[in-house]
């Protein structure tokens, strides 16, 4: 996959990562430390209009491709009575498959959503900037392979007001990080 | 006045569906478009498009004398929506019970 920077952030201003540590939630700026040298330089950040930091909006309005925009969303079900959780990373144009692969690898009866002040209160990070970057030690974070593999892609910063783009690379390089085939379900194909 | 009161009975079959069209439509519109994904069902605009094309169905009946039959294909339609889609949306958004 052979893409110029330009091409996928579009009019995302961005600047290097490690130069405005104020455009980072806390938990962000701490993985981003505990990254390696040479992965860090890697990732920027853009400031962006808070209001368009949902994936549909931020994608239309900064003309960004949404195959170049990653989500995050957190899951979480039972099991024996205690909670597991875990970040799933897929591309904008799949949804995460919760009730099949995700459901296996957290080895629980039913796997959902997390309410989202559960997702908010847990992870440190405001709704709709969850990033995979600095979720609490030990959920595993489940990374699309599609995602793993791209030069950058566009995910949350831990806040509304920016973005971060970043290789696969240092997704992959995370705590807890696992690289999932098929995590991601296509629906722009037609599918029964 | 009596022989009429099954034709009452379904006027009020007829307008009541309505009502419940509207409100399937409306509630397959508030929820997060891959938690249809994740709870194994048709994608959010495919369901956008089923309720509000049986809503369409419902109403067609109230002006449409000898519609019967599409109001029994709308009503099925946002029957499935109300008692199979929903409880399953709304479930794999909610996060585990405690």
Not at chain 1, 15 to 43: G, I, M, N, S
Request: proline share 7%; with cysteine.
């Amino acid at each position: 996959m052979v893409t110029s920077l330009d091409s996928i952030t579009g009019r995302l201003k961005l600047r290097p990562a490690r130069d405005v540590p104020e455009l980072l939630a806390e938990p962000v700026r701490v993985a981003l430390t505990a990254l390696p040298d040479q992965l860090v330089a890697r990732c920027s950040v853009a400031e962006i209009d808070p209001a368009l930091a949902d994936t549909a909006a931020l994608c239309e309005h900064y003309q960004v491709p949404l195959q170049a925009s990653a989500n995050c969303v957190v899951v979480s079900g039972k099991r024996g009575g205690t909670p597991r959780w875990a970040g799933c990373v897929v591309l904008a144009t799949t949804r995460a498959d919760v009730n099949g692969v995700v459901r296996r690898r957290l080895d629980v009866r039913k796997a959902s959503f997390a309410a989202q002040d559960e997702a908010v209160g847990r992870t440190g990070m405001e709704y709709g900037g969850i990033t995979p970057l600095g979720l609490p030690a030990g959920w595993p974070v489940l990374v699309d392979a599609a995602v793993a593999t791209a030069d950058a892609v566009v995910v949350g910063s831990g806040l509304r007001r920016s973005k971060l783009v970043v290789p696969g690379a240092v997704l992959v390089a995370l705590p807890g990080a696992e690289v999932v085939e098929d995590l991601g379900m296509s629906f722009t194909p037609p599918r029964a | 006045m009596l022989e009429s009161l099954d034709l009452w009975v379904f006027q009020i079959l007829y307008w009541a569906a309505v009502p419940v069209g509207i409100f399937a439509f409306i509630h397959a519109a508030f929820q997060r478009a891959d938690a249809y994904t994740a709870a194994d069902k048709l994608t959010k605009p495919a369901w956008l498009g089923i309720t509000g094309g049986a809503c369409a169905l419902l109403l067609l009946n109230l002006v449409v004398p000898g519609s019967m039959l599409f109001y029994l294909i709308g009503l099925v339609a946002v029957l499935v929506y109300i008692v199979d889609v929903k409880p399953a949306v709304t479930e794999v958004q909610r996060g585990p019970r405690w």
